[in-house]
């Protein structure tokens, strides 16, 4: 293996985003912890109920 890929993985770690309109819908993703070093939170599509909503990072 290289080297590199161990620095990527502890700056690009793999974080779940969960639906806060309480249908237990996630979304798998990276993130850049160095931009982002609080919790993500974005407004995805959640096909259970139709529209868009706001998805927030959990541990």
Request: glycine fraction near 6%; proline fraction near 5%.
């Amino acid at each position: 293996m290289y080297a590199a890929g161990m620095a990527s993985n502890e700056l690009r770690p793999v974080v779940k985003l969960r639906s806060t309109a309480g249908t237990g819908y996630t979304y798998v993703t990276r993130k850049n912890r160095r931009n982002d070093p609080d919790r993500l939170h974005l407004r995805k599509y959640d096909p259970v109920v139709r529209r868009h909503v706001l998805f927030r990072e959990e541990r």
